[in-house]
Structures are given as C-alpha cells and as structure tokens.
C-alpha cells in the first residue's frame, strides 16, 4: 500500500522561500516519477513539477526558474525548494507518485495514481 506524507507548508511573504517534503512508504523514486500539484481555491489542479527515475525534471511554465524539485531515493523522500514566492502561488501542494514517463512541456508523469493529502503554502503580498 503506497503513502504519500507531506510536509513543510506554511505562510510566508512573497518574495520568501519554502521547502516542502514528501515522504513516500510501498513505492520507490528509484522506479517511479515522483510530482508535485497544487490546487488554489477555484481552480483546477495542475502538475507544478516532476522527477522521474533517471532524475530528469519537468515543471510547469510559472514556476521555472523559482521551484527546484529533487528527490532522496535512499530515504524514499521527494522534494520542492519553492523560492521567490508569488501570491499565486499559495495553494494545497500534493505530492504524487506512480508512471516514469514525463508528460512533455509539463510538470507531471502519466499515470500518476498515488497522492498525499496535501500541505497548505499561503503566500501574503
């Protein structure tokens, strides 16, 4: 049985960072992607950033160059460094794991079936 633990949310300043974990029991980084979703409130949920098992990343176009997404393999733990943060970007992050192939031009793998329940980052301007 897979179990997807999130952890490191919180509220901040925009312009501050945050560190969310995932930490992952019943399945391994080593032979799955492993992502991270959010959702804000109103909108649908998207794919924000991927690693797959070679460790190659994917992430979506508003947060290149801000979220650096990594992962533990020994320990089992997924990772997002999230700097310079927006307002926008305050919303329930969901760790995800499952697939090995990253879906082009996106922050997500298909057949990503195994989520956590999510952890709150609240971005004030």
């Known amino acids: 049985q897979v179990e997807l633990v999130e952890s490191g949310g919180g509220s901040v300043q925009a312009g501050g960072s945050l560190r969310l974990s995932c930490a992952a029991s019943?399945?391994?980084?080593?032979?799955?992607?492993g992502g991270w979703f959010r959702q804000a409130p109103g909108k649908e949920r998207e794919g924000v950033a991927v690693?797959?098992?070679?460790?190659?990343?994917g992430y979506t176009n508003s947060v290149k160059g801000r979220f650096t997404i990594s992962k533990d393999n020994a320990k089992s733990i997924l990772y997002l460094q999230m700097d310079s943060l927006k307002p926008e970007d305050t919303a329930m992050y969901y760790c995800?794991?499952?697939?090995?192939?990253?879906?082009?031009?996106?922050?997500?793998?298909?057949?990503?079936?195994?989520w956590g329940k999510g952890t709150l980052v609240t971005i004030s301007s």
């Open positions: 995800a794991a499952g697939g090995d192939t990253i879906v082009p031009g996106g922050g997500s793998c298909y057949g990503m079936d195994d």
């Open positions: 019943g399945i391994s980084f080593r032979r799955y992607c």
């Open positions: 690693i797959d098992d070679n460790g190659r990343t």
